[in-house]
């Protein structure tokens, strides 16, 4: 796998000043739920030659490294399911051992989790988020389609078995799990995991009408207001969370409010799809390819090249909206995009 370049580059800045330090990369589209929320039922995926091969992806995050991205994300779909990933991570935590890099984490369902666990660790994962939007058996299967939550929750324990300290991801969703945010809640500090609740985002056509799934996280946190002392925190770990400390639980709470309250000004992140095109904002539908610059040569100078340029276009923010008479303020679903 290649290297990082000896030549000193400078680091990414936007036009806003803001220092790009955070990478987020798809390794796959494929996932094995369907969540009622991020796809269709139905989903057609990309054909497996479009994907960046696992060496393509290091040489990738590298060039990223290079220039200064302290925090690397692995994404998907669910980025377990991609074969061999384990290869891509053991590579990658070179970057770990020398320095160059803060923090190598990832975002999973949790589904292959207890198998994974133990070698995460041993690759310098020190913490990864989980998404589990419900405790009810019953329910986690309606929303994931086919995910099976004890199998979740095995893995969770199998994760902090092994050192790693997860924190749990939950979309509020309206009529479906909004009566329990709160005993899940009371039940993730319990075990010593934050829990951050996430807006429903209008990426991609899904099966039903979005509208009828969004619940506002101010309400959310008006509601919880009522049982439990909430305290805002100044903590910021790279991501767009908002943190609340929660005396009775003594544990954090991140709300994530792409639709309530625009997080953008803050902004220090990009994201990569499994095809190696790089979207400087999650809202916008402005890419750049960088799977051909890649491919075209064996130096890395044509892929530095794209970076900067797509960087100089960064915008100051998102323009996401969620209307029962407008399509998805973005097409692409989130799974291409990297959850």
């Not at 890099?101 to 990864?128: C, D, K, P």
């Not at 899904?206 to 799934?213: A, K, L, P, V």
Request: charged letters at 25%.
């Amino acid at each position: 796998m290649s290297s990082i370049d000896a030549v000193s580059l400078p680091p990414l800045v936007d036009p806003f000043q803001r220092a790009i330090t955070y990478l987020r990369v798809s390794v796959t589209d494929r996932c094995d739920f369907r969540c009622v929320y991020c796809m269709a039922e139905d989903m057609t995926f990309l054909p497996k030659r479009d994907l960046l091969s696992l060496e393509e992806l290091d040489r990738l995050c590298s060039a990223f490294i290079s220039r200064g991205v302290r925090k690397l994300r692995l994404t998907g779909g669910e980025p377990l399911v991609r074969r061999d990933l384990m290869t891509l991570i053991r590579g990658l935590s070179r970057h770990l051992d020398s320095g160059a890099l803060e923090e190598l984490t990832l975002t999973t369902n949790g589904s292959q989790l207890a198998r994974y666990a133990t070698e995460l660790a041993e690759a310098g994962v020190r913490r990864i988020n989980v998404s589990v939007d419900t405790l009810k058996p019953d329910l986690f299967r309606t929303i994931t389609r086919r995910g099976d939550l004890g199998r979740v929750l095995d893995g969770i324990s199998a994760a902090r078995a092994a050192g790693i300290h997860v924190k749990i991801n939950a979309v509020a969703l309206k009529d479906q799990n909004e009566d329990e945010l709160a005993d899940m809640m009371v039940w993730a500090h319990g075990h010593g995991m934050d829990l951050t609740l996430i807006e429903t985002m209008p990426l991609g056509e899904i099966d039903g009408d979005r509208t009828d799934q969004y619940l506002p996280l101010s309400l959310v946190r008006a509601r919880l207001a009522q049982r439990f002392t909430l305290t805002d925190l100044p903590d910021r770990t790279g991501g767009p969370a908002r943190y609340v400390h929660v005396a009775e639980t003594g544990g954090r709470l991140g709300l994530i409010t792409p639709m309530t309250h625009n997080f953008c000004e803050s902004c220090n992140r990009v994201r990569v799809t499994c095809t190696g095109t790089l979207f400087m904002c999650l809202g916008q539908e402005d890419a750049a390819d960088l799977r051909g610059p890649m491919r075209q040569s064996e130096g890395d100078e044509a892929l530095h090249d794209a970076i900067e340029r797509a960087i100089a276009r960064k915008p100051k923010g998102h323009d996401f909206i969620i209307d029962r008479q407008q399509k998805p303020s973005v097409g692409r679903h989130m799974s291409v995009t990297g959850g």
